[in-house]
């Protein structure tokens, strides 16, 4: 195939859902790990084309959902300040903290401003020697490399005015996380496919012998997901648990070389915590210490973060797969999009996001695991 329409077409697609009903026999509960499989999945009904009992549970690959709320808080703490400019991409401004988020920062005076790319702000940067420019550095491995990238410029350039608020987690991690957790119903994972594009696929096949697991890479368009769920399903009713590699167009097990090596120069694996999951060890990157001088957290020094959840949202539960954004009582009344009370409303990746845009709001049918 050569555009990418191609990959939403329709009677390919629907081929494939026939070969997912002629190899199932049982019911299947499988992850798809990343926000934007989870939005292809709502907004094609492709669960709603899926055998009986085959449940698609949507996983935590949303960065802005993720980051935590005392980085948010810390976030605005920074932002608030007099002689700093406080960049980031523009699906981090709603995000809610304990009391505010970074609109409010920047309706309330604040120098906030919504850039395109990490480098966008190093050259802020330099425009405004007398200023602290700060960028704000989330998301998985597919958006570190090009913020490590920053840093490595910043220190190659000699811009002393520049600094990156990280908060990078990795997905292998959480996968382990996921399948440790006591209420895990997780019987395969669709992974996703860009992070793999970065970082390869060497880190899995361990993980999926070690849980016995399905892990199939897996693309973005329609056709990509119901491949990465057949092969996955096929997986499942043979009793296998390997690797496979459904997104051969993009991913190669080696991954992108150039950009592993950026990360390992300016990165160094960290315990992170998730917002909604908690803490997982050695789920995160932060600055080594050869760049520890471009880290807005020691610059700033915030201290006296004291976060406040808000009460009644469900993310975390949601951020598990425990349950779907329709089964939180806030959903679609005191939470929507433009007023969103957690962050999986606000992310373009979030699930709660997805449910609301496509107009999911039916009570969900019960679906039986069989623990197969
Ligand atoms: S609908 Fe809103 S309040 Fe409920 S879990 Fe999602 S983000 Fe939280």
Known sequence: MKYLEEFSDPVLAGKLVEQIHATVTKPWAMMEVCGGQTHTIVRHGIDQLLPDGVEMIHGPGCPVCVTPLE?????????????????????MLRVPGSERDLFRIKSQG?????????????????????????????????TAPPNAMTVYQAKKLGIPNFSLLVSHVRVPPAIEAIMQSPSCRVQGFLAAGHVCSVMGTTEYPELADKYGVPIVVTGFEPLDILAGILRTVSQLEKGEHVLENAYQRAVRDEGNPAAIAMLADVFETTDRAWRGIGMIPQSGWRLSERYR??????????Q???????????????????????ECSAFGTLCTPRNPLGATMVSSEGACAAYYLYRRLETPVEVVSSGG
């Open 71 to 91: 980085i948010i808080d810390k976030a605005l703490e920074i932002a608030a300040q007099p002689d700093v400019i406080f960049c980031s991409f523009g699906d």
């Open 110 to 142: 604040g120098d906030v401003r919504v850039v395109y790319s990490p480098l966008d702000a190093l050259r802020v940067a330099q425009e405004n020697p007398d200023k602290q420019v700060v960028f704000f550095g989330i998301g998985f491995e597919t």
């Open 293 to 302: 001088e471009y880290d807005a957290e020691y610059r700033f020094q915030v």
């Open 304 to 326: 006296d973060i004291t976060t406040q959840e808000s009460t009644v949202c469900r993310s975390g539960e949601v951020l598990q797969g425990l349950i779907k954004p329709h």
